[in-house]
T-cell receptor
Framework: ETGVTQSPTHLIKTRGQQVTLRCSSQ?????VSWYQQALGQGPQFIFQ???????GRGNFPPRFSGLQFPNYSSELNVNALELDDSALYLC???????????FGPGTRLTVT | GIQVEQSPPDLILQEGANSTLRCNFS?????LQWFHQNPWGQLINLFY???GTKQNGRLSATTVATERYSLLYISSSQTTDSGVYFC????????????FGRGTQLTVWP
């Protein structure tokens, strides 16, 4: 039990739609990172937020965006969904004093 | 970015056997984590081990940072050990970006 939760567990969307995924970090963890895991691959870094500001981004287009709120919750938004966006989306939180990241259970997104 | 290579890609064992999983990385790191991903996708933290040796029950891990590799040892395998094992590293800069390997798929048969 990492103390990181995500919702929903899974969802199905149609190409071109928009989706919002949610994450609740461990209390006291000011850093949240989002990862995309395609089938058979390791997770790929999307972006990271620290104290409500984007702190860095991986190789993902601008239609992937995020928000972080003061209550340790955060969102990943994806616009104009494409079939290749079908994946497991993971959020991870970490504290200010350490590098170790703790992952939520993930949201499995299917785009048809 | 940092390249992370894990071997072997697949491992099939009989219950009770021992195994060693390897992770090689291409740059110096300040964070190295081993994870077990269960069938539902949850990444379970096994070890935070940027250097040195740690043990937790039947599992142990060693990281030799100067030679850029880490080993995960599983002794007396159980069927519940099945799943994918990931190694992930981070340079430890202000951006805590983890670079993952492609994982080792472990199957333990009774």
């Amino acid at each position: 039990e990492t103390g990181v939760t995500q919702s929903p567990t899974h969802l199905i969307k149609t190409r071109g739609q928009q989706v919002t995924l949610r994450c609740s970090s461990q209390s006291g963890h000011n850093t949240v990172s989002w990862y995309q895991q395609a089938l058979g691959q390791g997770p790929q870094f999307i972006f990271q937020y620290y104290r409500e500001e984007e702190n860095g981004r991986g190789n993902f287009p601008p239609r992937f965006s995020g928000l972080q709120f003061p209550n340790y919750s955060s969102e990943l938004n994806v616009n104009a969904l494409e079939l290749d966006d079908s994946a497991l989306y993971l959020c991870a939180s970490s504290s200010d004093t350490g590098y170790e990241q703790y992952f939520g259970p993930g949201t499995r997104l299917t785009v048809t | 970015g940092i390249q992370v290579e894990q071997s072997p890609p697949d491992l099939i064992l009989q219950e009770g056997a021992n195994s060693t999983l390897r992770c090689n990385f291409s740059d110096s790191v300040n964070n190295l984590q081993w994870f077990h991903q269960n069938p539902w996708g949850q990444l379970i933290n096994l070890f935070y081990i940027p250097s040195g040796t740690k043990q937790n029950g039947r599992l142990s891990a060693t990281t030799v940072a100067t030679e850029r590799y880490s080993l995960l040892y599983i002794s007396s395998s159980q069927t519940t050990d099945s799943g994918v094992y990931f190694c992930a590293v981070d340079r430890g800069s202000t951006l805590g970006r983890l670079y993952f390997g492609r994982g080792t798929q472990l199957t333990v048969w009774p």
